[in-house]
């Protein structure tokens, strides 16, 4: 049996944390693991091997150097799409996830996106795009589902 390609991706720090809580999945699956090159997080490169893959960082709070910083993961996540071309993308985003997930769109993969527990009232820029292209979209809350209608309350990922 063939295992579906999984690309689990997010931002570095508690969107990462969020997305790691689903580590059992990776087992069910041939999947590989795309986040921001930090400090904080080089110690997954031990532990997942060549199963991991990273952006550059940035935050939005620098401008000028995030449009860049944007630009250029946008180039190297088509790359990492085209070469590892999964059947599944899943996200707790934030902006690092965006251009994967749009990229996925069009080339047929399915998006599943999990709303940040850190939001419990408001939309995130990142859920706020991904909601109209994703096929699956998870809220941990049940208040998000005034926001996102055709979410799905999965409850907490912690």
């Known amino acids: 049996m063939?295992?579906?390609?999984?690309?689990?991706i997010a931002s570095t720090g508690g969107h990462l944390n969020e997305l790691l809580q689903l580590e059992e999945l990776f087992s069910f699956s041939d999947y590989h693991l795309v986040t921001e090159k930090t400090k904080s997080n080089l110690y997954l490169k031990d532990k997942y091997k060549n199963k991991v893959s990273f952006l550059v960082y940035g935050t939005r709070y620098h401008l000028f150097t995030y449009i860049f910083k944007l630009i250029w993961n946008c180039f190297v996540s088509l790359f990492l799409y085209l070469k590892y071309h999964p059947d599944y993308i899943i996200t707790t985003g934030v902006h690092t996830a965006g251009p994967m997930c749009c990229i996925g769109k069009i080339f047929g993969s399915r998006i599943i996106y999990i709303e940040t527990f850190a939001n419990m009232v408001t939309k995130t820029a990142t859920g706020?795009?991904?909601?109209?292209?994703?096929?699956?979209?998870?809220?941990?809350?049940?208040?998000?589902k005034k926001l996102y209608p055709n979410s799905i309350y999965g409850g907490w990922i912690f």
């Open 128 to 144: 706020r795009l991904i909601y109209p292209i994703s096929d699956l979209f998870v809220v941990q809350w049940e208040s998000m």
């Open 2 to 8: 063939n295992k579906k390609r999984v690309m689990f």
